[in-house]
C-alpha cells in the first residue's frame, strides 16, 4: 500500500533524486496542493507531467471590497487566463496547476511592469494610498485622506479603466449615486424687517434643505446622502457662488433670513432657482434698493430757516428712504456741501413729524413722543453745529452733553430733540449713555470709527438706538477694512464678521486687485453711501481756498501754553534719554495735543 510524501521545505534544496508514489485517493490533493511547490523546486521526471508556457501581456487588476466601513482595493495581475498576486520581489516565472490535469502552466511575468503599476498606484493620480500598518495582504490600497468614495466611485474608476486597469468588486457597496442634475426651488416670506428663505434642492424625486448642503459643504463634502439611501453630487461651484449667502445671513430650521439690507444676498439663488415662490415685498423693496434715485419727495421742514439746494433736498429724500426701511447710512459729500446742512433738515422734520403724529383720536392727529437723537462729533465741531443749529434750525433743543459738570441723568434727555457730546465723552460714559434708546445715532467725521479695534469703535456699536446714520467728508471707498467698521456700526452683519470680510473682501480687493469681489462689496453697499462731489452738483461754487491767520494769545493763555509746553519738554527730554523714541511717541503726541488745545480755546 502506497503513502503519500510531503516533504519539509527546508529539505528540498538538499535531495538530488526521490522517486514519489502517490495513492489515487490523493491525486487531486496532491497534484492541487503540492505538485507545483514540488516543480518550483526542483527539476520533476514523469511520463504523466506535461507543461504548457504562458507568454500574455500582464493585464493589472483592482479588486474592491470593504472592511470594517473602509474601502480596500487589491492589486493582481492577470495572464490570459491566469492571475496572480502583487508581490514586492516577483519571480520571473510562476506556475500553476491545470485543473484536472497532471498538466502545470509557466506563467512568464512581466515583473518590471507589475513594478511599475504598483507604483502608479501609489501615486496621487488614482487616489489611493498603501495600506501601511494594516493587516492586508501586499498589494492592497486604501482612499487617501482627501478623496471621498464617491469622487473614486465617479472619477477615480473611470480614470483607472481608461489608464487599462480592470475593476472587479460590488462598486454599489460603495452606495448608490443619484445621476440626476440638482435643482432649487425657492419659497421666501416677508417679515418685520427681514425675509426668510425656504430653500430645497432636488435630485429627481428627493429633496434637501439648502443648510444641509451648507453644513456638508463647510466639511469639505461633495455629495450629500438622500432620504432614500442614494447619494446627490454637490455642484462645485455651488461653494464659491452661494458662500456669501452661507457666511453672512442667519440659518434658520427651514432655510436662511436675510434682513434687508442684505438683499444682494439673494441675487444668486434668484438666478438658480427653478421654482420660485416670493412675497410681492420682497420684489418692492429689491427695486428699491437698486434704483435710489427714484426716491419720493418729502417735504423741507417749515421750522428749517433757509434754502436747500437741489442736491441737498435730495440728500434729505434719501435721509428719509432710509429712515423709511429702518437702515443706517453714510452721508458722504465732499467738504463744502453742507452735510450738516442737510442732516439738520432731516432733524428737524423727524420734530415735526412726531409734533404732527399719525395716530388718530377722535379724527384728530395726535402729537407723538420721540427719544432723543445722538449726535456724536469731534471736539473740534461742536461750536460748528451750535452755530448752524441756532441760524438754520432754531426751534431744535440740544443739550450739550460734555464737560466735568454733565447731567448724568439719561431721563433728561427725553426734555431735547439733540443731545450732543463728543468721541471722547462717549467713550467714557458709554455704560450710562447705552442705558437710553435714542432714536437716532449720528455720527459726525465717522472715520473717527475707521478702526474696528479701537475703543471708541467698540464703544459707538454698543449705544442704543432705533436708526444711525454717520456723515464724512474722506472718501469711504478708500480704504475696504475702514468701510466694514462704520457699517458694522450702521448695519450689522450687511458685511459679515471682521474676519470673514478681511478673507473674502478686504484681502481679495487690496492686494490682489480682485475686480469682481470689488463690484460686488460695491453692490452690496451703494444704497447706503450717498457721495457726491462740487464737481456733480456745485460746479457754480469757487474751488475751496485756505488762508492762514495768525493770531496773538492773551497774556493768560500764553502763559498757560509755556507752563505746559516747558512741563512737557522737562518730561519728554529724560524720556528719550532713558528709553528712546519709539518708546516715547505716546508722550510726544499727548504733548503735542495738550499745547493745541490750548491754542484753540
Known sequence: KASTLTLPERMIGVITSLTITIPMEEEETFRAEHLPKLAEAMPLESDI????????????????????????????????????????????????????SWTLTRIHRQSERELALYDQLKGKTFGLKRSRGKNLPYGSFLLRAKTHPYDFLTKHIPALTEAGFEIYGDKESLGKLNKNTPSISLN??????????????????????LNEIRKALKKGEKYIKLADGSIGQIPEKWLDRYKHLFNMTKETEDGFRVRDYQ?????????????????????????????????????VPKGFKGELRPYQKAGLNWLYFLREYGFGGILADDMGLGKTIQMLAFLQSLREDAENGHHAAAGKKQAQTMPATLLVVPKSLITNWQRESKF?????????????????????????????????????????????????????????????????????????AKYRMAMTGTPVENNTFELWSQFAFLNPGLLGNMSYFKREFATPIE????????????????????????????????????????????EQQRALYERTRDRYRGQLLGLLDEKGMDQTRMQILEGLLRLRQICIH
Open 49 to 100: 507531467v506535461s507543461w504548457e508556457d504562458v507568454r500574455e501581456d500582464v493585464v493589472p487588476r483592482l479588486y474592491l471590497r470593504k472592511e470594517e466601513g473602509e474601502l480596500v482595493a487589491e492589486l493582481r495581475f492577470g495572464y490570459g487566463a491566469h492571475e496572480t498576486r502583487a508581490e514586492r520581489e516577483p519571480a520571473s516565472v510562476k506556475l500553476a496547476e491545470k485543473p484536472d
Open 511 to 554: 492686494t490682489k486687485n480682485d475686480v469682481e469681489t470689488a463690484k460686488l462689496l460695491k453692490r452690496m453697499v451703494f444704497p447706503f453711501i450717498l457721495r457726491r462731489t462740487k464737481r456733480q452738483v456745485a460746479p457754480e461754487l469757487p474751488p475751496r481756498t485756505e488762508r492762514i491767520i495768525y493770531t496773538t494769545l492773551d
Open 188 to 209: 421666501i416670506t416677508s417679515g418685520i424687517d427681514w425675509f426668510d428663505l425656504d430653500v430645497f434642492v432636488h435630485y429627481g424625486e428627493q429633496k434637501v434643505k
Open 263 to 299: 438683499l444682494t444676498m439673494v441675487d444668486e439663488l434668484l438666478e438658480d432657482a427653478d421654482e420660485q415662490k416670493i412675497a410681492d415685498e420682497f420684489y418692492k423693496k429689491r427695486e428699491r434698493l437698486k434704483n435710489i434715485k427714484e426716491i419720493k419727495e418729502y417735504p
Open 392 to 464: 438754520f434750525t432754531p426751534d431744535l433743543r440740544i443739550l450739550e452733553y460734555l464737560g466735568g459738570d454733565r447731567e448724568k441723568d439719561v431721563s433728561v434727555f427725553d426734555d431735547y430733540d439733540i443731545v450732543i457730546t463728543t468721541y471722547g465723552t462717549m467713550l467714557r460714559d458709554v455704560e450710562i449713555l447705552r442705558t437710553y434708546r435714542f432714536d437716532t445715532v449720528v455720527l459726525d467725521e465717522s472715520q473717527a470709527i475707521k478702526n474696528p479695534l479701537a475703543k471708541t469703535s467698540k464703544a459707538v456699536r454698543l449705544l442704543s
